[in-house]
């Protein structure tokens, strides 16, 4: 209060403006659509070397025959997983395992060496978007055709071309859902499921359902996926260091930047103050996902070299030196090494030891398949008959046999048995199974009641050795454990 008796708050009261709420601002940035021009170079050759690998590889898998079976099957129904030769089970799980951490490793270890390399050349959405953007071109012309039919009027053309890019699109997309689901439902039965409308429900749903992302990853999402839905982009920079391959513009020679005439010689550069980019955009236009390389390393950038195939394009026709753009690493551009001295640099201990780890679990991996077994043997105890005494003074234990065949014909197994003095089979001890099939089998073990009384009352390890033929010592014996009862 003031003297008298005034509030002086009061008379000069704080003012708050809330502002209204925009009701048109949007949730996220808007981007302009990118367009990316044709590019030709020796890099484009080889992007579009592994798109046919790739996709050969892909899409041709599922008609290749072998043994009279699906070459590559992954036959969820009957839980077996046929690679070529190989028949795995559920029970193999570690294998897919084991392929998946080799998978991880080849990828940190060609992102330590050369960038993002499987993202600019093998990488499935970018190969997809480079499928759809050649349809695209097919039906619309390339980058200024594009821009220029996007920004006509609709029309009875703009209809055609629009029409028939969606078209082919779609075909496209439901051709690699059906492949997709191929993998795991034979691909000739599918194929005649879908001759004759009898796909099932599940058949249907995921070749729809990949259909429908292939279709919206490669045809509009295209670069959104890489810049904000991969998560490699934003943990590659773990990977990287200044020896790591990557496309870089080389500004000691290309700045200042600026426009000049065709005919100014390369010698005279340097007089005018002119560096050899000549500023023409034709490396933002070519890129994907819509950078400029000249401002430096970004994560958008996905190592496809599209821009150094234009730039050396732009380089030949001015007579000037190629590699302003280029794969080299930072060490190598800030202190002018030559390619060989950068190669030098290559095996470095982040590498080697990228290298290590992954040579010894593929090493791991080969003997762990070279050495399996092509059976294998659970036992279970019979709960319903314990240890009990039978005739001409013996004990008896019963187990029941459960003989996987893992190979691709059928099988005679016979089984035996060691561990306590005396112990043999007392029943039938020979098995056959089909091929890829399970078999089980009663098996009675006996001990004379001497070695009984000898060995004590409890429980005693014994083993079953199987053998696959039809006499002991066949071509490979799998042994398994377990424990023999004698009672009190």
Known sequence: MSGNGIDAAACNPVIRIVPEADPGTPMYRAEAKIQPRSVKGRFAIWRWLVVAITQALFYGLPWLAWNGRQAVLLDLSSRHFYVFGLVLYPQDFIYLAAVLIVSAYSLFLFTAIAGRLWCGFACP??????IFMWIERRFEGDRNARLKLDAAPWSFDKVRRKGGKQGAWILFALWTGFT????????????????????????????????????????FMREQVC???????????????????????????GEPRGSRPRSLAHDRLAGLGKGECIDCGLCVQVCPTGIDIRQGLQYECIGCAACIDVCDGVMDKMSYPRGLLRFVTENGLDQGWSPRQMRRRVF????????????????ALATSLAVRSPFKVDVIRDR?????????????????????????????????????DGAVVASPAELDVDAVDTGSLAVRVEIPYATAQAAGSGAHQIRFLVDRGASPGAVRTVAERTTFLIPR
């Open 125 to 130: 959405q970018t190969v997809y978007t480079e």
């Open 180 to 219: 997709f689901v191929g993998y795991f439902t034979p691909i000739r039965t599918l194929a005649h499921e879908v001759a004759g409308l009898s796909l099932g429900p599940w058949e249907v749903f995921w070749v729809f359902f990949y259909a429908f992302a292939t279709w919206g990853n490669a045809g």
């Open 348 to 363: 470095r201990p982040r590498v080697l030891v990228y290298s290590g780890i992954l040579l010894f679990i593929v090493a």
């Open 384 to 420: 319903g008959s314990l240890a009990r005494e039978v005739g001409q003074g013996r004990v008896e234990n019963v187990y029941r046999l459960q003989i996987m065949n893992a190979s691709e014909e059928p099988q005679r197994f016979h089984v035996r048995v060691d561990g306590l």
């Open 227 to 253: 810049k904000y839905m991969c998560p490699y982009a934003r943990f590659q920079s773990a990977m990287f260091d200044r020896d790591t391959m990557i496309v870089s513009y080389d500004a000691g020679r």
